[in-house]
């Protein structure tokens, strides 16, 4: 079968599917991360993948916000897993003609935000390519119980952190005229999608205090991130389209296009997670420790209802699962 039809997921499922299983591995392929044991304790593992071409263009990102990106997404699938990071590994492919001070500027990015959360760059590795390619692994400190994606039970919450839907809206607008009136809402949408902020803080609190039972981060976009959540949980979910967390620029740029940015846009990496009803005072409270607004969105239901997105009268909206898959077009 043709990966474009296969799917980037479907490839995931069966890679894992033959995967040998391994000593010490609590959890292994399907998840944000890796959890294993082993002498000292147990560790946290996680690895992403950033090619020139695919995930960005040199034209439209500088190279200070692609190291900060680098590492920020891959600290979010530490955060989606309750975890707090320690270590990172980061290989590059540099195409042999680019000058070393725009590598020198990468770095700064990437050591900018691995300052900001403690994070030592131990290692790595460089080699010449036809264009740049990234590969950022990052090890991290697990909480007592990693918040997987599997946890979740019909009458659960679902909630979000911070808003949806800026990053998408913001690449889109990289490619439109900027005009005076909305410069500075457009800079703000730029910001999110050059420069996302992992939700380390409000993932911690909700694996240590027990709230969370099941957790992904925004990567992908909402719905299909939501789909993974529901899939190994099994069960549906209803989302309220009129509680998702918007921003003042996605609200004054959106325009026609409404709340889809936000469903299927992906690129956020805000955190979305599950909790059951009796914690909804003790979720409502964490604000100040998670240092980011959460909005509850929806609940979870029985598996054969599927994920349904509901408008203002409580009617279904008629809206594809779409997000991003590297293979499909």
């Not at 900001?116 to 909480?143: K, R, W």
């Not at 939501?226 to 899939?231: E, M, N, S, V």
């Amino acid at each position: 079968m043709k990966l474009s039809r296969l799917g980037e997921f479907g490839l995931i499922e069966r890679i894992r599917r033959r995967a040998p299983g391994g000593r010490g591995v609590r959890i292994g392929i399907g998840d944000d991360a890796a959890w294993v044991s082993h002498g000292s304790g147990s560790s946290l593992i996680t690895a992403d993948l950033l090619i020139e071409g695919v995930h960005f263009d040199l034209k439209r990102t500088s190279l200070f916000a692609l190291g900060y990106k680098s590492l920020a997404v891959n600290l979010s699938d530490i955060a989606a897993m309750g975890g707090t990071p320690a270590y990172a590994i980061l290989s590059l492919g540099i195409p042999g003609n680019l000058d070393s001070k725009r590598i020198d500027e990468f770095y700064r990015g990437f050591n900018a935000l691995a300052k900001q959360y403690d994070v030592a760059l131990i290692g790595g590795d460089t080699n010449v390519a036809e264009s740049i390619i990234i590969s950022v692994c990052v090890i991290g400190h697990p909480p007592l119980r990693p918040v997987c994606r599997s946890g979740a039970k019909v009458g659960d919450d679902i909630y979000v952190t911070g808003t949806l839907g800026d990053s998408a809206l913001g690449f889109k607008l990289l490619h439109k005229k900027v005009t005076s009136t909305n410069r500075h809402s457009i800079a703000q949408l730029l910001e999110r999608h050059h420069k996302p902020t992992p939700r380390l803080a409000a993932g911690a609190v909700l694996a240590r205090r027990h709230l969370a039972t099941a957790m992904i981060d925004v990567s992908d976009g909402l719905l299909q991130d939501l789909g993974h959540i529901c899939g190994a949980s099994n069960t549906g979910a209803v989302i309220w389209n009129e509680q998702l967390p918007l921003s003042p620029a996605y609200r004054e740029l959106a325009g026609k296009e409404g709340t889809v940015y936000a469903l299927s846009g992906g690129e956020d990496y805000e955190l979305l997670f599950c909790a059951r009803p009796r914690h909804r005072k003790r979720i409502e409270k964490l604000k100040a420790f998670a240092q980011v607004k959460i909005t509850r969105i929806g609940s979870c239901v029985s598996a054969d209802r599927r994920i349904t997105v509901l408008d203002s009268g409580g009617k279904p909206l008629a809206l594809p699962i779409k997000g991003h898959d590297h293979f499909k077009k």
